[in-house]
């Protein structure tokens, strides 16, 4: 995967700082946190994505927006096996690519997300406005 956005690692949105913005690319791997080494973790969310280039067997393609803050979801990552609880391991929302306004906090191995302070706090909608956006799928 290559993409300009925010990187070379996952993104949480309690834990958003820190990344640098440029064109990155990392490929596959299955990380777990805590379990191994290689990093940066393929799976999960990368933020301010200003486009994306799936590197594939068959035919890459690219996915472009001009819509700022769109998160890109990539797959979905590994719960560790000997985590004790689900405090470090966040829903994430059925399929293997996304784009989303919003996405879920961490917690630690001894906290939940939803005591960890006013960047943890659950995603809410503001009124009745829609959510909108628009994507660009270049399979040239």
């Known amino acids: 995967m290559k993409w300009q ?3 070379p690692y ?13 064109v990155w690319q990392k490929a596959y791997n299955n990380t777990v946190t805590g379990e191994s080494w290689k990093y940066p973790e393929f799976k999960g969310w990368h933020s301010e994505l200003y486009w994306m280039q799936l590197q594939n ?3 890459d393609f690219v996915v472009y927006t001009d819509q700022p803050g769109i998160y890109l979801q990539m797959l979905q990552p590994q719960t560790a096996i000997a985590s004790p609880n ?7 929302p059925t399929g293997s690519i996304g784009f989303m306004h ?3 906090p961490i917690g630690t191995k001894f906290n939940k997300a939803s005591v960890m302070g006013p960047q943890s706090r659950v995603n809410e909608r503001q009124g009745n406005v829609p959510l909108k956006g628009v994507l660009y799928f270049d399979f040239r």
């Open 102 to 104: 919003a996405i879920s």
């Open 5 to 7: 956005g925010r990187g």
């Open 86 to 92: 689900n405090n470090t391991s966040p829903g994430f």
């Open 10 to 22: 996952r993104v949480w949105k309690n834990r958003l700082k820190g990344q640098q913005l440029g």
């Open 57 to 59: 067997t068959e035919s």
